[in-house]
């Protein structure tokens, strides 16, 4: 069963949200187009978007076998899970922004070889399992059925989303990295952007409980 519109449009909106908020990834993908063009920029931003696909794995298995396990162990994730995201919220609303774009200085390496790197990096990143863990359960409606199928479909969508934003900031990434590195404010509101949907889905969670 596909999941519903509502599900679809609530979940791409708060991942675009926090994908475009400045972090690690996204940072190191315009450092990357600054200082080796465009193309390389691409290469590197489409390797970490498609390493989500690892996080959608897990997170999906993972469901999965709570669900057989106990509908209590589900449950348990999602709380434990909407506290992580509150943890996480918190930070973003209490950073003082300050994000800037460093140039990476190393001599030029082939499109797959920084494909590689994105994609290496982004899937042995524990953090990033431990969000997916904690963000995509969030948006699946138990009454619907089909849990883990339903977590597979929020991953996709994470990817893909992901995809078309890293590609972006790889073409614009002089333009982008530019505009971060002069107006450190942008930064900041996209963190307190970010910080409030986090916020805001954990504590719909644990109210709902």
């Known amino acids: ?7 679809f449009f609530g979940f791409l909106a ?3 949200l926090i994908t475009a908020s400045p972090g690690p990834d ?13 193309a390389r920029g691409m290469a590197f931003g489409l390797g970490c978007a498609l390493g989500c696909l690892t ?14 396990a106990s509908p209590t162990a589900f449950t348990a994730l999602k709380v434990f899970g909407g506290l992580y995201l509150i943890w996480l919220g918190w930070g973003a609303l209490r950073s003082k922004g300050g994000a800037q ?5 190393v001599p030029d390496e082939s499109l797959a070889k920084l494909f590689g790197k994105g994609l290496f990096a982004n899937s042995i990143n524990p953090k990033v399992v431990l969000f997916f863990l904690s963000f995509l359960p969030q948006f699946v409606v138990a009454e619907r059925g089909g849990a883990s199928w339903q977590t597979a479909q929020l991953g996709l ?5 992901a995809c078309v934003l890293f590609g972006l900031l790889g073409y614009f990434s002089g333009a982008i990295g530019k505009w971060i590195n002069r107006s450190p404010r942008a930064g900041l509101w996209l ?3 970010a910080g409030t949907i986090f916020v805001g889905l954990g504590l719909r969670l644990i109210i709902a409980r």
């Open 26 to 38: 996204n940072l190191m993908v315009l450092g990357v187009g600054m200082s080796k063009g465009r």
């Open 14 to 16: 708060a991942a675009m």
């Open 191 to 193: 963190d307190r952007i």
């Open 101 to 105: 774009v460093k140039a990476d200085g």
């Open 55 to 68: 996080h959608t794995l897990l997170a999906t298995l993972g469901v999965s076998a709570l669900i057989a």
């Open 1 to 7: 069963m596909l999941i519903s519109a509502q599900q």
């Open 157 to 161: 969508i994470f990817t893909l989303q």
